[in-house]
């Protein structure tokens, strides 16, 4: 009772302060997504959550609106997420708080079995790589990109079968080890890999659990991620189109066989791919 009384205020909250939010009960590692009517006395800022901001954005179809897309780490534990929204109104700083509910995504467990090597490497060399690899993909993550490259619907990267989907808990060799941060489609090697949509190219090497890797930024704190490539066709900068060709499908890296690894981040977060897709398409194009 006490939640929905919360849920309910924030609502009518939001409703007379022009704003729609989406998915107000979320669960764990997904991605909701607020809307705001432009008003000449406001100016929209970002939102808060605990620590993290998140910028709000002008909206890609609609110039009358603008929007901010809030994460939801695959960690979080069911609760209230306080947003704090930060704006402007008749040039003073002000705030107003709305509420989303976290649900468990009661993601399943699967077993994989890879080389010892790749489970835990004990080699200095490979530690000392990882660790880099790791922290260059947190730098770029880290940025949200002002500029918005993407303006038509987002696409799969393949059309073939999902062997395994975004939040699975991996248990590898035996051992828990993580969960599965993507989306993973049946391809044998050689099978071409289509940009998910507009964007720049932020990386794009060979990595030691990734392997072949491109990165593609699309704008606003949005990134996706093909991962496994046996052959990588585009380079770091170049600006990519929708449905371009990438790379090509292989079994580098971390893997028990060939296939693609499609995985997002928002705002630096991992969530589920599919999901985020579908919502950016639902409400922005």
């Known amino acids: 009772m006490k939640y929905i009384l919360i849920f309910l205020l924030s609502i009518l909250e939001l409703y007379a302060f022009n704003m729609d939010i989406y998915n107000s009960d979320i669960s764990n590692g997904r991605t909701t997504i607020i809307e705001f009517k432009k008003e000449i006395d406001t100016k929209y800022d970002k939102v808060k959550v605990g620590k993290k901001s998140y910028k709000i954005y002008q909206h890609p179809s609609d110039k009358d609106k603008m929007y901010v897309l809030i994460p939801v780490s695959y960690y979080a534990k069911p609760s209230n997420m306080k947003l704090e929204i930060i704006y402007d109104k008749n040039s003073e700083k002000t705030s107003k708080l709305a509420f989303v509910h976290i649900e468990d995504g009661e993601y399943e467990k699967e077993e994989i079995h890879v080389q010892k090597s790749k489970v835990n490497p004990t080699d200095k060399k490979v530690k000392k790589r990882i660790a880099k690899e790791y922290a260059e993909a947190m730098g770029i993550y880290g940025v949200s990109t002002k500029q918005n490259h993407v303006s038509s619907k987002f696409i799969e990267p393949m059309n073939s079968k999902i062997t395994s989907d975004f939040g699975k808990a991996r248990v590898y060799n035996g051992s828990l080890n993580g969960y599965h941060s993507g989306t993973d489609y049946r391809a044998k090697i ?17 990595r030691f659990y990734s392997g072949g890797t491109v990165i593609i930024d699309h704008g606003h704190g949005i990134y996706t991620c093909y991962y496994h490539m046996s052959k990588i066709e585009v380079k770091y900068g170049q600006v990519i189109k929708k449905a371009e060709v990438i790379g090509l499908s292989g079994d580098t890296g971390r893997v028990t066989g060939p296939h693609l690894h499609f995985s997002a981040r928002v705002s630096g977060v991992q969530v589920d791919p599919l999901q985020l897709l579908e919502l950016l398409n639902r409400n922005l194009f």
């Open 190 to 206: 050689g099978t071409p890999i289509k940009a998910s949509n507009d964007g720049v190219v932020v990386l794009a090497k060979d």
